[in-house]
C-alpha cells in the first residue's frame, strides 16, 4: 500500500496531517517534521528550497505516490520552482487556500497572514491576482504566532492584545475573508475571530489542502482500497518534543515518532 507523503518544518504540519486522516481514513501517511532545521519562515529562500528537496527525497525513499507540503513558508517559497522536478505529484497549501478564498469573499477584499517569509515571497498574492485580478489583498507576517502556540498560549490577553496589533491592518482594509497562512494559526482561530469580528471568514488551509489530495487520488484512481490507513511519523530532532506537541496540533498522542539522522 503506497503512501501519503507529509512534510512540514515541524510539527505544525500535524493540522494537515490530521485533516488528510479525517478525510481519507483508509490512506497511510508517512509524514517527516524537520524539527532539527525549524523555524523556515525566517530562512532564505534559497535555503528553504534546498531543505525543502531533501525532505522530498528522505520521503521518495518511502515509495509515497503523492506528497504534500503542508508547510506554507515552504510552499510558498519553493514549491513554485521545485514542483516539475519531481514525477510524484507534490501539492502545496497556497493554491486551494487561495481558491477558497477567491470563493468566499463577497466584497473581493482579502486578507493574508502567515510568516515572514510566506508574506515576503507574496505567492498568495499572486495565486489569488491569476483567480480574480480585481481582488485587493492585504498581507501581513505574524511572526509571534507560532511561538505564542508552541507555547500553548492560544487564549488571554497577552496574545489577543498581539493578536489586535498584527490584524490591524486587515481590519482597516475591509477584508471580509482571511487565509489562515500557517500551519499553527487554525490552532488560534478563536482569537483570530475575536478580534477580526464573527463576518470575517477565516480560511483554513489544512481543509481545503485536504480536499484536494482527495480530489487527485479520486481521479487518478490512486485511492487506497484496504480499510484504515498507516501512520509513520519522522523528525529530524527531539522526538520527546514532537510527541508532546502531536496532542494539540492532532488531537491525540503520538507514540510511534522516530528520529531520523540524515534527511
Ligand atoms: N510551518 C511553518 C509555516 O506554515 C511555520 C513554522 C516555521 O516557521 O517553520 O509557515
Keep these: 500500500m503506497r503512501s501519503i507523503g507529509v512534510f512540514d518544518s515541524g510539527v505544525g504540519g500535524l493540522t494537515v ?13 508517512v509524514y517527516f517534521g524537520d524539527t532539527a532545521r525549524v523555524p523556515y519562515g525566517i530562512k532564505s529562500r534559497e535555503t528553504v528550497i534546498r531543505f525543502s528537496v531533501e525532505n522530498i527525497l528522505f520521503l521518495l ?52 497572514i502567515g510568516t ?32 505564542f502556540v508552541e507555547e500553548g498560549w492560544t487564549s488571554g490577553e497577552v496574545v489577543l492584545s498581539v493578536a489586535r496589533s498584527y490584524l490591524k491592518p486587515l481590519k482597516d482594509a475591509g477584508v471580509d475573508t482571511v487565509i489562515l497562512g500557517c500551519t499553527h494559526y487554525p490552532l488560534l482561530k478563536p482569537v483570530i475571530q475575536e478580534v477580526l469580528g464573527k463576518h470575517v471568514i477565516l480560511i483554513d488551509s489544512a481543509k481545503q489542502v485536504a480536499f484536494e489530495i482527495k480530489k487527485i487520488l479520486t481521479g487518478e484512481e490512486m485511492l487506497n482500497r484496504g480499510r484504515g490507513g498507516k501512520h509513520r511519523f519522522y523528525v529530524s530532532d527531539n522526538p520527546e518534543w514532537f510527541s508532546s506537541l502531536a496532542r494539540r496540533f492532532m488531537g491525540r498522542k503520538l507514540t510511534n515518532v522516530r528520529k531520523v539522522d540524515n534527511v
Design 17 to 29: 496531517a490530521r485533516e488528510i486522516i479525517r478525510q481519507l481514513p483508509n490512506e497511510s501517511i
Design 116 to 147: 515572514k517569509g510566506t508574506i515576503k515571497s507574496r505567492t498568495y498574492e499572486t495565486e489569488i491576482k491569476q483567480l480574480d485580478r480585481k481582488v485587493k489583498v492585504t498581507a501581513v507576517a505574524c511572526p509571534l504566532f507560532v511561538p
Design 61 to 112: 525513499k518511502h515509495d509515497v505516490k503523492l506528497i504534500c507540503v503542508a508547510c506554507n513558508t515552504a510552499s510558498s517559497l519553493a514549491l513554485p520552482s521545485i514542483k516539475n522536478n519531481f514525477r510524484v505529484p507534490i501539492i502545496g497549501v497556497i493554491t486551494s487556500g487561495a481558491r477558497e478564498a477567491v470563493y468566499a469573499s463577497q466584497n473581493k477584499r482579502i486578507g493574508v
